[in-house]
Antibody, heavy 125, light 110 residues
């Protein structure tokens, strides 16, 4: 049973970089899975941030693309999120999640079957 | 403003059937699978329905999903107090090249 666990600073200063890591246990990051980040604002709105495949291929939400980097560390079975130039609007609960990879990419786009417990990140000076 | 439109709230009494709607467009619901998530306070969302109408193992058959045109619905029959939660729809949007979510519907069991 794959489990995900987020870790990282809970407080980031405005204009700084938000960095979070998701540790994968009970399975390999090399599996046929898209490893994703989703955030939820204080108002409860959910927003897909982006994802990475074990090949290193990434897909990002275009609204955040200029500020996002998602990468993976196969040796540690982890993947990470970096979000630069943060503002108060980036304050949210950040979840890592996974979705199965199938032949047709779009057939599982939106199907997040495993989630981490979430990491609350506040942007404040 | 969410790309997918859901009513902010819904309610029902125990045993009733309740539906939650999710309205989109041809670039999202009209051409891609719809997913439904259930979220309790302080916990991560959990997938309730995938590929419009499929239930993961462990999800009671009281929950059902459907899609018609550019709209989708989640139906909960035999409503129970433990169904009180927030419900979100999600799908891929071809124009935005992104997964999009509805704004969420808070279900209250009266």
């Amino acid at each position: 049973q794959v489990q995900l666990q987020e870790s990282g600073p809970g407080l980031v200063k405005p204009s700084g970089t938000l960095s979070l890591t998701c540790s994968v246990s009970g399975g390999s990051i090399r599996s046929s899975t898209w490893w994703s980040w989703v955030r939820q604002s204080p108002g409860k709105r959910l927003e897909w941030i982006g994802e990475v495949y074990h090949s290193g291929t990434t897909n990002y939400n275009l609204s955040l693309k200029s500020r996002i980097t998602i990468s993976l560390d196969k040796s540690k079975n982890q993947f990470s999120l970096n979000l630069s130039s943060v503002t108060a609007a980036d304050t949210a609960m950040y979840y890592c999640a996974s979705r199965p990879s199938v032949v047709n990419y779009y057939d599982t786009a939106g199907h997040f079957d495993i989630w981490g417990q979430g990491a609350l990140v506040t942007v404040s000076s | 403003q969410s790309v997918l439109t859901q009513p902010p709230s819904a309610s029902g009494t125990p045993g009733q059937r309740v539906t939650v709607s999710c309205s989109g467009s041809s670039s999202n619901i009209g051409s891609n699978y719809v997913y439904w998530y259930q979220q309790f306070p302080g916990t991560a969302p959990k997938v309730l329905i995938y590929r419009n109408s499929q239930r993961p193992s462990g999800v009671p058959d009281r929950f059902s999903g459907s899609r018609s045109g550019t709209s989708a619905s989640l139906a909960i029959s035999g409503l129970r107090s433990e169904d009180e939660a927030e419900y979100y729809c999600a799908t891929w949007d071809d124009s935005l090249s992104a997964v999009v979510f509805g704004g969420g519907t808070k279900l209250t069991v009266l």
